[in-house]
C-alpha cells in the first residue's frame, strides 16, 4: 500500500534562519507531488507541484522553494523564514486528476 | 484559483443525513470533482469523488447535476466524528487543483 511520510511534525525556527522540510510518499512511482500551506483558520494554498524529478511548478512567488531530488522525494526549503512563512504545511502525492490525492499529516511551522 | 462555492458553515443533527452542496459552474467535460474532509491539525482526507455519475462508497454519497454545474455530497447518518471541513475541489488534467474556503460541519449530538 501506499504512504506518504512528512516530518517534522511541528518546528519552530527563528527570523531569518533556513528551513527543510521532506516529504517522502513510498508504494508508488512517478506521483505528482504539492506543497500546501494553510494559515490559521484559512484553507489550503497551493505552493508547490511536480510531475517529474527536476520538475518544479510555482503557484506563488514567495520566500519559499521546492525541489525534487528523487522520484518520491519532494522538499519544501527556505533559505531566510520570515514571520509569515508560519503556517501548516501539507505535503501530498496524486497519481492523476481522475485519482484521489493522499495527504501527509502536516507540520506546523512558526517563525518566532 | 479554486473553481468552487460553498457553504461556510453548515450544523446537523446525530444520526441524521447531511447535504453539502457545492457549485461549480464553469467545470469543463473532463474536470472530476473531488470531496476531502479535514479534522484540525490535520490533513485532507479523501472522501469520494466523480465525473457523471452518481457515486457511493463507504464514506458518502456523490449526487452530481445533470449540467454537472453543481454536486452534493451526502452523508447518510452524520456521526461526531463527522464534524470537519469539507471542500469541494475540480481537478482537471492539468494535476494542479486548488482549494476553496469549505464548508465546516457542525454535528450536533
Known amino acids: 500500500s501506499q504512504t506518504i511520510h512528512q516530518w517534522p511534525a511541528t518546528l519552530v525556527q527563528p527570523v531569518g534562519s533556513p528551513l527543510s522540510l521532506e516529504c517522502t510518499v513510498e508504494g508508488t512511482s512517478n506521483p505528482n507531488l504539492y506543497w500546501y500551506r494553510q494559515a490559521a483558520g484559512r484553507g489550503l494554498q497551493l505552493l508547490f507541484y511536480s510531475v517529474g524529478i527536476g520538475q518544479i511548478s510555482s503557484e506563488v512567488p514567495q520566500n519559499l522553494s521546492a525541489s525534487r531530488p528523487q522520484d518520491r522525494q519532494f522538499i519544501l526549503s527556505s533559505k531566510k523564514l520570515l514571520l509569515s512563512d508560519s503556517g501548516f504545511y501539507l505535503c501530498?502525492?496524486?497519481?492523476?486528476?481522475?485519482?484521489?490525492?493522499?495527504f501527509g499529516q502536516g507540520t506546523r511551522l512558526t517563525v518566532v | 484559483d479554486a473553481k468552487t462555492t460553498q457553504p461556510n458553515s453548515m450544523e446537523s443533527n446525530e444520526e441524521e443525513p447531511v447535504h453539502l452542496p457545492c457549485n461549480h459552474s464553469?467545470?469543463?467535460?473532463?474536470?472530476?470533482i473531488h470531496w476531502y474532509r479535514q479534522l484540525p491539525s490535520q490533513g485532507p482526507e479523501y472522501v469520494i469523488h466523480?465525473?457523471?455519475s452518481n457515486v457511493n462508497n463507504r464514506m458518502a454519497s456523490l449526487a452530481i447535476a445533470e449540467d454537472r454545474k453543481s454536486s452534493t455530497l451526502i452523508l447518510h447518518r452524520a456521526t461526531l466524528r463527522d464534524a470537519a471541513v469539507y471542500y469541494c475541489?475540480?481537478?482537471?488534467?492539468?494535476?494542479?487543483?486548488?482549494f476553496g474556503t469549505g464548508t465546516s460541519l457542525t454535528v450536533i449530538p
Open positions: 475541489i475540480l481537478r482537471d488534467v492539468s494535476n494542479q487543483f486548488y
Open positions: 464553469t467545470i469543463s467535460g473532463t474536470d472530476y
Open positions: 501530498a502525492w496524486t497519481r492523476g486528476w481522475d485519482t484521489e490525492a493522499f
Open positions: 466523480g465525473l457523471t
